[in-house]
């Protein structure tokens, strides 16, 4: 079997487990079983089975047992834990998947044991305490011990990530490390990262519980990190949780301490937010960096080049060029990016993505690692205090996530020493900026701030999700909607109404409309006399295009706000959208008694008007736009077109000659009143430039003329005149 007809069938088998449909599991596990061809699994199959056949004869019996439901969920649990087992051993075996790639090289090599492991990390914090004291003829040996450090850190992390089903070793090894004061906080937030990733691998209730004492450590970088993995695997795992009470318990824990819950409810946002990351990159590259590239000759052009020496040019921004940035719209580019950076949106994935190809991310390891200088891979920048002095503020910020800080200065590392120093100037003179805008609290927040640390992490994992070079071989846990709301988990949190709500707000704000669209259906039932909720669902149901849903629930909001004509807009709209112009007429006159003065209202009555060929009323509303809003180009056309219709031929003439900005259907109506006021050269010459404008497009052209050709019969064309008229077009329009 391949790699994904074994996954496939496991999933399924999961789900018929969950789904209390245990003899059909059975029998799809036979299929992985039998492909394994081990005879411990096959009897340990064999005895599960047997012991459900008991069970139902009991039941088919009669016979009462108080216990049976817990049985039940017992059978349940092996039997997944046993479809987990076997799907993890002929994965090893058979696929050549990354991950089961890693994990074959990994049980050839001989691992420490924990107790080594152990005194190795712990040793490592005081090491590095002493660091600075250490004579110049031991900084080579100093060196050698941080790499020894990081190769055992590296392959520490393997263990907890490949190990699928952690064993006693693997469970003591976590508890103590997170438990000791002498173990560097950097390394337990890089096996809290190994934990959570082998958690998303395969499930694993230890893993769980490892995390959840994460959680409760001192520190905000290791519990962020945590609460992260908590929340992504929660959701990933949410069916199969109903069988695991003491997992959901220890969650309720954690929501039952007040202290607790905005800090959940906000990192549910941080990882909400990742789903835009895709299309914030996607349009920075399309629109903003072309728009400074355009406006980029122009600044080149006012600068002299022997100026780039004097230095005061790093200092004095020329005043010009914010009036062409302003001119340019690049201004209000430059404010959206520092915006989405202010709330903590993904800006730079882009900027950073073709720098992931360094040695040091062929260890899995080092795309989960909170930056530090002294990492072996980046401290031989930091050893220049010059230099260290420069960067070490831009480390510090919370602007960048901890892969593109490694990133930078893994790039750095190879740049000419003249680089260096041009970009140490550079940075140098923008660090009062920094320290401004970190004492404003705007940018740079406080480090140690749960969202900021969150925010980064999140980054982090995205970036290892969606850079990695095997990243098809993993299943990304960004794919999902993030519908958190749903999961049972968060049915009983305080004041839960709020926190959906701020999470359904958030997801509308960022047009993600099915997310938010699941939570303001369930708040409906709540609230039910919210017309805003019901405005919102209509408005996700209105872009999802489903305009039958979206009306009830805009008719639902205007009868509890009945002086809200938004609400009356957008059910016409709608009805237009399904091709009802007689309804949309109907809301549109409502909200007419609302704004009886509004222009656009007035245009759309008189576009129904027009849809249901009430050419005469059409006409009488917009010679009232006209009124109100003189040298109106809509209402011209309108005008005209309605004039046509009605057989006021010279009136459509002069609103036609009128407009200015003609388009190609403008000069094919042209040419209708002109051939009905038997002026036929104007007519050809009319026809000719729509042809032109529509680029020999002839198909288009005949399609609309043969929609008007019954008016042109009402106003006395002469029909067998037509195809001459036309051909006499189209020669003029090859001219």
Not at 113 to 129: C, T, V, Y
Not at 317 to 333: A, Q, R, S, V, Y
Not at 441 to 457: E, G, H, M, R, W
Not at 598 to 606: H, K, P, R, T, V
Request: hydrophobic share 35%; aromatic share 12%; net charge negative.
């Amino acid at each position: 079997m391949t790699h994904k007809e074994i996954i496939s069938t496991y999933r399924e088998i999961c789900n018929l487990i969950l789904n209390r449909q245990i003899k059909s599991s059975f029998d799809k596990l036979d299929v992985l079983v039998s492909s394994l061809q081990n005879g411990t699994w096959a009897d340990r199959k064999e005895e599960l089975e047997t012991n459900y056949k008991f069970m139902l004869q009991y039941t088919a019996n009669g016979v009462s047992d108080p216990q049976q439901e817990s049985i039940y969920a017992n059978i349940q649990l092996q039997a997944l834990d046993l479809a987990d087992c076997v799907t993890d051993a002929l994965l090893e075996r058979d696929s050549s998947n990354f991950v089961y790639s890693q994990k074959r090289i990994f049980c050839i090599n001989s691992q420490p044991d924990i107790e080594s492991i152990i005194k190795e990390l712990e040793s490592f914090q005081l090491n590095e305490s002493l660091a600075d004291l250490l004579q110049e003829s031991q900084i080579a040996s100093n060196e050698d011990y941080c790499k020894n450090h990081d190769r055992l850190l590296s392959g520490t992390f393997n263990r907890l990530w490949l190990t699928s089903k952690y064993k006693s070793d693997e469970t003591e090894l976590c508890r103590r490390l997170l438990e000791s004061p002498s173990f560097d906080v950097t390394d337990k937030c890089v096996l809290v990262s190994a934990v959570t990733l082998g958690l998303m691998q395969m499930f694993d209730e230890a893993k769980f519980n490892i995390l959840f004492k994460a959680f409760g450590d001192s520190d905000a970088l290791i519990r962020q990190r945590a609460l992260v993995g908590i929340l992504l695997c929660l959701y990933i795992y949410q069916k199969r949780l109903e069988l695991y009470p003491n997992v959901t318990g220890q969650f309720s824990c954690i929501l039952a301490d007040k202290s607790n819950v905005g800090n959940v409810k906000n990192t549910v946002i941080q990882i909400i937010r990742s789903k835009e990351t895709e299309g914030l990159t996607k349009k920075i590259k399309e629109e903003f960096i072309p728009d400074m590239m355009k406006v980029s000759p122009i600044i080149q052009e006012k600068i002299n080049l022997k100026d780039l020496m004097d230095e005061s040019l790093f200092v004095d921004k020329n005043p010009e060029w914010e009036e062409l940035f302003d001119k340019n719209g690049i201004t209000d580019k430059i404010n959206q990016f520092t915006e989405l950076q202010i709330e903590g949106a993904d800006v730079f994935l882009g900027t950073f993505s073709s720098m992931k190809n360094y040695p040091f991310f062929y260890d899995i390891c080092n795309w989960f690692l909170p930056f530090k200088a002294t990492h072996s891979a980046v401290k031989e920048l930091f050893k220049d205090k010059e230099i260290e002095n420069a960067f070490m503020p831009m480390m510090r910020a919370s602007l960048l996530c901890n892969s593109d800080k490694y990133s930078l200065i893994l790039s750095l590392l190879e740049l000419p020493a003249s680089y260096k120093e041009m970009m140490m100037k550079s940075l140098n003179m923008q660090k009062g900026q920094l320290e401004d805008m970190a004492a404003d609290d705007k940018i740079l927040q406080k480090f140690n701030n749960a969202n900021t640390i969150t925010n980064q992490y999140v980054q982090d994992l995205y970036r290892f999700f969606r850079l990695h070079s095997r990243k098809k071989e993993f299943s990304d846990p960004f794919k999902l909607s993030f519908k958190f709301h749903k999961l049972p988990s968060f049915q009983d949190i305080e004041d839960r109404a709020s926190v959906i709500r701020f999470w359904g707000e958030f997801f509308f704000s960022k047009n993600f409309f099915e997310e938010a669209l699941s939570v303001f259906e369930e708040l409906k039932q709540e609230y039910p006399l919210d017309a805003e909720l019901h405005q919102k669902t209509g408005y996700c149901y209105q872009q999802a295009l489903e305009f039958e849903k979206a009306i009830e629930c805009y008719r639902q909001a205007y009868l509890i706000k009945p002086d809200n004509i938004w609400s009356l807009k957008k059910i016409a709209f709608c009805y237009r959208k399904l091709g009802d112009s007689q309804n949309a007429l109907n809301a549109y006159l409502d909200a007419e008694h609302i704004e009886p003065d509004d222009l656009s209202l007035q245009l759309n009555i008189g576009q129904c008007h027009l849809e249901l060929k009430q050419y005469e009323e059409a006409l009488s509303v917009f010679f009232k736009i006209e009124y109100l809003s003189p040298n109106n180009p809509k209402v011209r056309r309108s005008i005209a077109l309605c004039s046509f219709l009605t057989g006021k031929v010279e009136q459509a003439k002069k609103y036609y000659n009128k407009i200015e900005d003609k388009t190609y259907n403008d000069w094919i109506n042209i040419g209708h009143t002109e051939l009905c006021l038997n002026n036929r050269n104007e007519a050809v010459a009319a026809y000719a430039q729509s042809m032109r404008m529509l680029n020999g497009n002839t198909d288009k052209f005949d399609e609309i003329f043969s929609y008007d050709k019954e008016y042109l019969l009402q106003n006395g064309v002469n029909p067998d005149e037509l195809p001459l008229i036309l051909d006499k077009a189209r020669y003029e329009a090859q001219c």
